[in-house]
Nanobody
Framework: QVQLVESGGGLVQTGGSLRLSCVAS????????IGWYRQAPAGNQRELVA????????LYPDSMKGRFTISRDNAKRTVYLQMNNLNPEDTAVYYC?????????WGPGTQVTVSS
């Protein structure tokens, strides 16, 4: 059974930074495609923030390029999301997503709140 657990969320002022972590257990971590998604307050869909392949190749939607950096440490079974120059529009629950072949798993999420 795969488990993903996020941490590192919290309250930060506009312009501040946070680093989120996602720790995986229960499967071969190094082979997984790991992504960070976020969901703003109720009614909005989850949107992709960044993804990282087992090779280390990263993918960012155009709207996320520049302020977000995804990285992984396979030895620690951890994927990180460095977020800089945050603004109130970044307020959301951030979720870790893991894809092993056709099996997909989600973490419970971590809240990020950016105050103006």
């Amino acid at each position: 059974q795969v488990q993903l657990v996020e941490s590192g969320g919290g309250l930060v002022q506009t312009g501040g930074s946070l680093r989120l972590s996602c720790v995986a257990s229960g499967n071969t971590f190094s082979s997984a495609l790991i992504g960070w998604y976020r969901q703003a307050p109720a009614g909005n869909q989850r949107e992709l923030v960044a993804r990282i392949r087992s090779s280390g190749t990263t993918l960012y939607p155009d709207s996320m390029k520049g302020r977000f950096t995804i990285s992984r440490d396979n030895a620690k079974r951890t994927v990180y999301l460095q977020m800089n120059n945050l603004n109130p529009e970044d307020t959301a629950v951030y979720y870790c997503n893991g894809l092993w072949g056709n099996r997909e798993y989600w973490g419970p999420g971590t809240q990020v709140t950016v105050s103006s």
